[in-house]
C-alpha cells in the first residue's frame, strides 16, 4: 500500500486532508504529518500541487506544529479536490462537516488504527495495533521527504496517543519511529511538556472539581466523573479544554475503567472511556452505544442525564468485567 499512497499523492493536482470532528494530538499530528510530507514532495521533485487540510478548531497547544496557522475551517468553500487523505477517523461520520471533500474526491484514502474502522474509502491501511495514526502514515512516508517538519508532527501524535509511550498500544516500532524522528533534530522535550502535559490555570481549576466530585463504583473498579454545560461555563472552559482529564481519572489506584462525560452544546454528553486491562475492551461498550475507538480508549456520545447515562454505560461494563 506504500506505493499506492506515494503514486496516488504524485498523480493528483489536488489533495485534501482531513481527520475526525474534536481533533486531538494524533489527528492533529497526521494529517499536518501528510501535508508536509506532500509539501515535500512537491519541493524536492518541482512539482505544483493544491493541497490543503480541513479540521475543526483545534487547541493553540499545537501552534508549534508546522502548517497550524494554514489549516482551513471553513465550511462555506466551493474548493473540491481530486483526491481526500483521511486520517485517525473511525468512520465515515467522523470526519463532521468536511466529509462532502471526501465524498466529492475522485478518490479517498483512509489510514487509520481504530479496531472500529471496518474500512472505508477506495484505498485504505488500518493498522488497530498501530499506537496512533501518525505510527501508520509514518510507515506510508518514503524516507526521503521526511525532513524535521514531518518528524514533528508524527512524534506529537504519538505522544498524544501513547500518553507518552505509557499506553499498552505503544511497541517497539513505535519507540523506533519516535527515535528516527529525534534523529530529524526535534525539540521532543519541549513537544511533551507543551502540547501534552501543560494545562491553562482553567484547565487545572476544572480538573481539581472534576476529581473532587468524581465517584467510585463496582467495588472500586470503576471510576466516574462528569461535567455540565453549566459548570463548564462558570470555569470559563470549553470541549478543547476537557483534554487530560480522563487519564487522571484512569490512573486512579485499583480502577479498571475510567469513564468521564461532558455536555455539548446540543445538550448531549461526550463520553470517554478508558480501560486498564485486556479482559475489559472499552471499544465494545462504545460500539454498543454507536460509538467506537480502541480496545483501551473509546467514547460515544448520548443523550440523558448524567446519572442515567453512568448506569447504562456501567452494565454494558459489568457483562465484562462481572
Ligand atoms: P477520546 O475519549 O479521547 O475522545 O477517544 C478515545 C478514542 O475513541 C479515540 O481513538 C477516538 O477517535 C475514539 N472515539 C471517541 N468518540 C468516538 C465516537 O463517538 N465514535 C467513534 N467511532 N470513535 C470515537
Ligand atoms: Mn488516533
Same mark, same amino acid.
Given at each position: 500500500?506504500?506505493?499506492? #499512497?506515494? *503514486?496516488?499523492? $504524485?498523480?493528483?493536482?489536488?489533495?485534501?486532508?482531513?481527520g475526525h470532528i474534536s481533533p486531538d494530538g494524533d489527528c492533529a499530528g497526521s494529517t499536518l504529518g501528510v501535508y508536509n510530507y506532500i509539501e515535500n514532495i512537491c519541493e524536492k521533485d518541482g512539482l505544483r500541487k493544491k493541497v490543503?487540510?480541513?479540521?475543526?478548531?483545534?487547541?493553540?497547544?499545537? !501552534?508549534?506544529?508546522?502548517?497550524?496557522?494554514?489549516?482551513?475551517?471553513?465550511?462555506? *468553500?466551493? *474548493?473540491?479536490?481530486?483526491? !481526500?487523505?483521511?486520517?485517525?477517523?473511525?468512520?465515515?461520520?467522523?470526519?463532521?462537516?468536511?466529509?462532502?471533500?471526501? +465524498?466529492?474526491?475522485?478518490?479517498?484514502?483512509?489510514?487509520?488504527?481504530? @479496531?472500529?474502522?471496518?474500512?472505508?474509502?477506495?484505498?485504505?491501511?488500518? +493498522?488497530?495495533?498501530?499506537?496512533?495514526?501518525?505510527?501508520?502514515?509514518?510507515?506510508? %512516508?518514503?524516507? !526521503? /521527504?521526511?525532513?524535521?517538519?514531518?518528524?514533528?508532527? @508524527?512524534?506529537?501524535?504519538?505522544?498524544?496517543?501513547?500518553?507518552? #509511550? $505509557?499506553?499498552?498500544? &505503544?511497541?517497539?516500532? &513505535?519507540?523506533?519511529?519516535? =527515535?528516527?524522528?529525534?534523529?530529524? =533534530?526535534?525539540?521532543?522535550?519541549?513537544?511533551?511538556?507543551?502540547?501534552? %502535559?501543560?494545562?491553562? #490555570?482553567?484547565? +487545572? +481549576?476544572?480538573?481539581?472539581?472534576?476529581l473532587t466530585d468524581s465517584a467510585l463504583s463496582e467495588d472500586g473498579k470503576i471510576v466516574t466523573a462528569y461535567v455540565n454545560s453549566a459548570d463548564m461555563k462558570a470555569f470559563s472552559v470549553g470541549k478543547k479544554d476537557m483534554d487530560?482529564?480522563?487519564?487522571?481519572? $484512569?490512573?486512579?489506584?485499583?480502577?479498571?475503567?475510567?469513564?468521564?462525560?461532558?455536555?455539548?452544546?446540543? =445538550?448531549? /454528553?461526550?463520553?470517554?472511556?478508558?480501560?486498564?486491562?485486556? *479482559?475489559?475492551?472499552?471499544? &465494545?461498550?462504545?460500539?454498543?452505544?454507536?460509538?467506537?475507538?480502541?480496545?483501551?480508549? !473509546?467514547?460515544?456520545?448520548?443523550?440523558?442525564?448524567?446519572?442515567?447515562?453512568?448506569?447504562?454505560?456501567?452494565?454494558?461494563?459489568?457483562?465484562?468485567?462481572?
Amino acid at each position: 500500500m506504500k506505493e499506492k #499512497f506515494n *503514486e496516488l499523492l $504524485r498523480q493528483a493536482e489536488s489533495i485534501c486532508v482531513l481527520g475526525h470532528i474534536s481533533p486531538d494530538g494524533d489527528c492533529a499530528g497526521s494529517t499536518l504529518g501528510v501535508y508536509n510530507y506532500i509539501e515535500n514532495i512537491c519541493e524536492k521533485d518541482g512539482l505544483r500541487k493544491k493541497v490543503k487540510v480541513y479540521l475543526e478548531e483545534l487547541s493553540d497547544k499545537f !501552534a508549534y506544529l508546522p502548517g497550524y496557522s494554514g489549516i482551513c475551517h471553513d465550511t462555506e *468553500e466551493k *474548493e473540491s479536490y481530486e483526491l !481526500a487523505v483521511v486520517c485517525d477517523c473511525g468512520d465515515f461520520g467522523r470526519l463532521g462537516k468536511y466529509m462532502r471533500y471526501a +465524498k466529492e474526491a475522485k478518490s479517498v484514502f483512509c489510514a487509520d488504527h481504530h @479496531i472500529t474502522n471496518s474500512g472505508f474509502g477506495d484505498n485504505s491501511v488500518i +493498522k488497530p495495533d498501530a499506537s496512533s495514526t501518525c505510527e501508520v502514515v509514518y510507515d506510508l %512516508f518514503d524516507e !526521503a /521527504y521526511i525532513d524535521k517538519d514531518v518528524a514533528e508532527c @508524527i512524534y506529537t501524535g504519538i505522544v498524544h496517543d501513547t500518553g507518552v #509511550f $505509557r499506553y499498552s498500544c &505503544t511497541s517497539g516500532h &513505535t519507540m523506533s519511529i519516535a =527515535g528516527k524522528c529525534m534523529d530529524k =533534530g526535534i525539540d521532543f522535550g519541549s513537544i511533551i511538556d507543551d502540547s501534552f %502535559f501543560s494545562m491553562s #490555570f482553567q484547565q +487545572k +481549576k476544572i480538573l481539581a472539581k472534576v476529581l473532587t466530585d468524581s465517584a467510585l463504583s463496582e467495588d472500586g473498579k470503576i471510576v466516574t466523573a462528569y461535567v455540565n454545560s453549566a459548570d463548564m461555563k462558570a470555569f470559563s472552559v470549553g470541549k478543547k479544554d476537557m483534554d487530560g482529564i480522563i487519564d487522571e481519572l $484512569r490512573t486512579t489506584g485499583g480502577v479498571l475503567c475510567a469513564i468521564f462525560m461532558y455536555q455539548m452544546i446540543n =445538550g448531549q /454528553y461526550k463520553i470517554s472511556m478508558r480501560s486498564n486491562t485486556d *479482559e475489559l475492551d472499552v471499544s &465494545t461498550v462504545a460500539a454498543f452505544f454507536g460509538g467506537g475507538g480502541h480496545v483501551r480508549a !473509546a467514547g460515544c456520545s448520548l443523550s440523558g442525564k448524567p446519572e442515567d447515562i453512568i448506569a447504562k454505560l456501567t452494565e454494558r461494563i459489568r457483562l465484562q468485567i462481572g
